[in-house]
């Protein structure tokens, strides 16, 4: 099968790093492009395409409604000629006039406006979870979407052998956003932590990059968290998965969340894992189950749900939970599963 991916920019977000590695697993067995329609490559996101996968930049100016751009789009898809066109923003069907081929989308999030005008084209709609397939309904009555759940390569992410610990390591990964992901809440619990319930032997380690970081910054000097919480920026997802297994707990405080990838990198490094409770992340553990949760915005809530993993450290409860996690997360959100379930997909439509 011929498989052509189309996105509008290949930066720093959740969803590129995911189309990545579905790109490279489906090339095992597959012919796949991978094409960029912005000129807005990373290019230590572009090291991690398969030299198996060819990759088309456009070059598009953000924005542009150059035709020339439209034109070379199809005119590269038409050289490909693919079987199916797997779309990851909802309006990029808009730009597709000269071929013949399926086309297939992909929402990655549950907090953006689609039109159903557009949806309406595609020849199927996958959703990332039951929460962002719920989203979809109610944008576009028409639209019957399938899920197909976000998954990683396990084998790539060390786990954690020992449950135990002198300094309690905390850790928080994504996109430095408020708004969406919750960092802000996050702080205010550590603060709590360490100054009203009185336990120091704690560390909170955010990384990721954004437009919230100089507030967070500003945040954690005004709230004297300095000795408790780093702000490291961007790492690459490698230095991430050798060593998540080193910390006691991931936390995930997300406003908005069609997914979480990172709490699926958690499960997989055996640690325990915290979220807010909204739909998506709720959905990985199993409403509590395989993790932890808090009530979404709860600061307080928040830090006194990590001072009770803090505690089943002790009793060895964090670490049964932690391999169940494992255990269930591996079946469910296993990358090969994850490119075979998208395969399967795209079958029906070519049909």
């Not at 199809?74 to 000629?81: A, H, I, K």
């Not at 997989?268 to 395989?290: C, D, F, N, R, T």
């Amino acid at each position: 099968m011929r498989i052509a991916h189309v996105i509008w920019s290949l930066w720093t977000g959740g969803s590129e790093s995911m189309l990545i590695d579905i790109a490279n697993e489906q090339s095992k067995k597959h012919t796949v492009a991978l094409v960029v329609v912005n000129a807005a490559v990373n290019p230590r996101l572009a090291t991690k395409v398969s030299d198996r996968i060819k990759l088309i930049p456009i070059n598009r100016a953000p924005g542009s409604k150059r035709i020339l751009d439209v034109i070379r789009l199809n005119v590269q898809l038409r050289l490909f000629q693919p079987d199916i066109v797997h779309c990851h923003n909802w309006n990029l069907v808009r730009l597709l006039k000269l071929g013949r081929f399926a086309t297939v989308l992909t929402v990655h999030n549950a907090h953006v406006d689609l039109e159903e005008a557009w949806l309406c084209k595609y020849d199927a709609i996958f959703a990332i979870s039951e929460a962002v397939q719920h989203h979809i309904i109610t944008q576009s009555a028409k639209s019957t979407p399938l899920v197909v759940y976000n998954g990683i390569d396990f084998q790539a992410v060390r786990q954690r052998a020992e449950y135990q610990y002198d300094v309690f390591d905390m850790v928080q990964i994504g996109e430095l956003n408020c708004r969406l992901k919750g960092q802000d809440v996050l702080l205010r619990a550590l603060h709590w932590i360490v100054y009203e319930h009185g336990t120091t032997r704690v560390h909170l380690n955010v990384i990721g990059d954004g437009e919230s970081r100089g507030y967070l910054e500003g945040m954690r000097q005004e709230l004297n968290l300095t000795p408790y919480c780093a702000i490291l920026g961007w790492q690459d997802r490698d230095v991430i998965y050798t060593n998540l297994a080193k910390y006691h707990l991931l936390i995930q405080p997300s406003r908005s969340e069609g997914f979480g990838l990172t709490i699926v990198e958690g499960m997989a490094a055996k640690i325990p894992v915290l979220v807010s409770s909204i739909e998506g992340p709720m959905e990985i553990i199993q409403s509590g189950k395989y993790g932890y949760y808090f009530g979404v915005g709860d600061a307080q809530d928040c830090a006194e749900k990590i001072v009770k993993v803090m505690s089943e450290y002790a009793s060895g409860e964090a670490r049964r939970k932690a391999e169940e996690a494992y255990t269930y997360a591996l079946a469910r959100f296993d990358i090969r599963r994850t490119a075979a379930d998208y395969t399967r997909g795209y079958q029906e439509c070519i049909a």
